[in-house]
């Protein structure tokens, strides 16, 4: 018994549209050709509720993330020399500091 007849087998038997799950090149996802991708329209509402979301959790860990970032630098230093470490240290604190910047940019 082949995969495909498994899958059709199985997807028989449930409620599942299947027309969608075999063909899900029949539901697009935007390109980058897309200009207005973010632009709301029928077809896409949530989009914005994504981006909003992620963001949103992104600032609701803002204070946990550095923590945990000294925390593996404190424990890489029994592998790697102190000046990699910090090295790497400031700039995992700078992306975090950008990205913390660019959501709250987001909501004001």
């Known amino acids: 018994m082949s995969a495909e007849t498994i899958l059709q087998d199985v997807l028989e038997r449930s409620n599942f549209p299947v027309e969608e799950l075999i063909e899900p090149a ?12 973010w632009e709301p329209d029928s077809q896409t509402p949530w989009k914005r509720e994504l981006l909003t979301l992620f963001m949103r959790n ?36 700078s992306c975090h500091a950008i990205q913390i910047y660019l959501c709250f940019k987001f909501f004001h």
Request: zero cysteines; hydrophobic letters at 60%.
């Open 58 to 93: 992104q600032l609701r860990i803002a204070p946990t993330m550095p923590i945990l970032t000294f925390m593996l630098a404190f424990t890489a230093l029994l592998w790697v020399q102190p000046l990699v470490i910090m090295g790497w240290l400031g700039a995992a604190l």
């Open 26 to 37: 029949a539901q697009s996802a935007p390109t980058a050709a897309d200009d207005n991708a």
